[in-house]
């Protein structure tokens, strides 16, 4: 049997400074001990958006004192830490470097070795951690700054099989609020807005629906928001209401047809599954309760078990910092040295294309 392993994870590759323990079991069950997380969202919220030297001085305030909650709360220390992992990327660098020079600190000070994580592979592996799901699975990452859809094979083994070209779908919710007037993040307000408002008063795009690959892009739809908004000007309350109804129905039926796609690709590749595959979703935008429903309706068709962790592990969390390390740990995977370097830019998919626009806000996962 695996022995019990015990890793502190750190996060700070966005807006979220993060810090968490975890522990694994002999029978590689996930346990979380502690996990805490400071979100930053008063100090950007005047700029409608995450400002990067803003969010690196704030996790450089932060860190030190989470990471002591974390251990303190876990009951953990020097003696019983097998490890230490801290995000590498990708993410806005100022934060990045705090959070990878303190994991390389800590590590250092205790004698333990250190995992450079992807933030995208803690999101990929949570659905483990939380549910225990098996390999092969798919992935669907729905944030701020990032829309994939990704074929997990295996800890380290990523297919991306679509990605936005444009806009992530957290960012089209995000600039869609700020051109009605709403607050940030625009999410939240737009679903909010949208519950009542008349989903059917504008047709908005819903580009790439109909095509073969499995990318998104929401920029269209940004756009012809703003033409609606300008055409209503100025704009009533039902206005700002309608307008999110069907931005929102615009965007449950764009993601009920390529997600739709992504399953009956996988069935094609996996026709031999021993049970239901799943569909993982992760992000901020999974909290949307529309486009939720749509991918639960969508999984019942298809013959998935659809996973989606709890809200706060679904956005960004050291906690799944922890469990990637512990899974690479446990698997024998070599830990990095001292000279590892944090990356903003830093694909799942090795083998992937960079598309044209896709990572341009590149800041969020
Ligand atoms: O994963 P996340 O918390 O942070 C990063 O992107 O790192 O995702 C934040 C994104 C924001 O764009 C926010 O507007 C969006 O998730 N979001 C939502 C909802 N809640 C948060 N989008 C649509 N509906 C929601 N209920
Ligand atoms: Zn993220």
């Known amino acids: ?14 807006d979220e400074t993060a810090a968490s323990v975890v522990l694994r079991h002999a029978d590689g069950r996930g346990e979380i001990l502690s996990d805490v997380v400071l979100s930053q969202l008063d100090e950007h919220s005047a700029y409608g958006g995450v400002v990067p ?36 990327g990708p993410g806005l660098i100022g934060g990045l470097i705090v959070g990878l020079m303190t994991g390389k600190a800590i590590a250092r000070a205790w004698n333990k070795p250190l995992y450079a994580i992807n933030h995208l592979e803690g999101h990929a592996l949570t659905a483990r951690l939380t549910d225990g799901v098996e390999f092969p699975f798919l992935m669907l990452l729905v944030s701020g700054g990032h829309t994939q859809l990704v074929l997990v094979r295996g800890v ?25 007037g ?10 909010r807005a949208a519950a009542g408002g008349d989903e059917k008063r504008f047709t908005f795009p819903r580009p790439l629906v109909g095509e073969a690959r499995l990318d998104f892009s929401f920029s269209g739809l940004k756009t012809a928001v703003r033409q609606a908004a ?47 595959p799943a569909l ?20 019942e068709r298809h013959g998935f078990r659809f996973i989606a962790p709890p809200h706060h592990l679904c956005t960004d969390n050291a906690a799944m ?39 341009k806000r590149g800041a969020k996962a």
């Open 1 to 14: 049997m695996a022995p019990v392993l015990r890793i502190l994870g750190i996060e700070t590759s966005c």
């Open 280 to 299: 993982v979703v992760a992000g901020g935008v999974a909290a949307n309760k529309a486009l939720r429903a749509a991918l639960l309706g969508l999984c």
């Open 182 to 191: 709403l607050p940030y993040p625009g999410g939240p307000a737009v679903e």
């Open 156 to 180: 380290g083994d990523y297919v991306r099989w679509g990605t936005t070209i444009d806009d992530a779908l957290g960012e089209a919710f995000d600039k869609t609020a700020k051109l009605l």
């Open 321 to 359: 910092i922890a469990w990637a390390g512990l899974e690479r740990m446990a698997l024998g995977l070599p830990a990095d040295d001292n000279a590892t370097a944090p990356r903003s830019r830093w694909p799942l998919d090795r083998q992937a294309q960079a598309l044209i626009g896709y990572g």
């Open 53 to 88: 030297e803003i969010a690196a001085r704030a996790h450089v305030e932060a860190l030190d004192v989470l990471v002591e909650e974390a251990l303190a709360k876990a009951g953990a220390g020097p003696d019983n830490i097998d490890a230490i992992a801290a995000t590498a």
């Open 230 to 276: 300008e055409a209503a000007a100025p704009v009533t309350q039902k206005d700002i209401a309608d307008i999110c109804a069907s931005f929102q129905r615009a965007i449950v039926r764009t993601m009920d047809e390529r997600i739709g796609r992504g399953l009956q690709r996988f069935h094609e590749e996996f026709p031999d599954m021993p049970e239901k």
